[in-house]
């Protein structure tokens, strides 16, 4: 199980982050906003999900972001998608099949069954074998016979051609599947499927 130092006692207001210098370890979950990272200090964690600006625009913002005068404020990139933008993902054209998205990242099926994902990637739910930030497609590795994908939060799962499941990303309530609370930067087989 995951902890993170989160404010009590006396808390000043930031945008739904508390500021104080009585901090306590508690269990943290994938809906936190914000978190004390030193005692007087916040961090927000929560950025708002990819979205399209204009047309052609894809808007992916970074985690952690920090807190001014009230505010959680994040930074962004800009990708410009090829095949234009919708639902808060770049259009693959024709070839992308199917899109799903998590909490901040997405990812897309191709019709060959290879799948590629971008966005956060902060317990590696882009499967890419980092926990790099992508602004654009990254392939999963190792996954070329997806026939269905599913996201949580920070996690993807994905079933196979076979009828097995691989999942990946964030594990800290044994989300993916695999015996384990260890998270997971490539595909790993669901036990049981």
């Known amino acids: 199980m995951r902890s993170l130092w989160i404010a009590i006692g006396l808390a000043v207001g930031c945008g739904g982050c508390a500021l104080s210098h009585d901090l306590d370890p508690i269990s943290d979950g994938p809906d936190d906003p914000c978190v004390a990272v030193a005692p007087g200090g916040t961090s927000c964690t929560s950025p708002p999900e990819s979205e399209c600006v204009g047309s052609e625009t894809l808007r992916t913002y970074s985690s952690p972001g920090t807190c001014s005068s009230g505010e959680c404020g994040y930074s962004y990139t800009d990708t410009t998608c090829a095949s234009g933008c919708a639902g808060g993902a ?30 956060n990637n902060y317990g590696g739910q882009l499967g890419d074998g980092t926990t790099t930030d992508r602004s654009t497609p990254a392939a999963v590795s190792g996954l070329t016979d997806a026939v269905e994908l599913a996201t949580g939060g920070f996690h993807t799962c994905a079933r196979r051609a076979s009828g097995a499941v691989a999942c990946w990303g964030l594990n800290y309530s044994g989300q993916l599947g695999d015996g384990t609370t260890t998270d997971r930067s490539t595909p790993v087989p669901v036990t049981g499927f």
């Open 90 to 119: 770049c259009l693959m054209g024709e070839d992308a099949v199917e899109l799903a998205t998590g909490y901040a990242h997405t990812c897309a099926r191709r019709a060959s069954g290879a799948v590629a994902c971008w966005g």
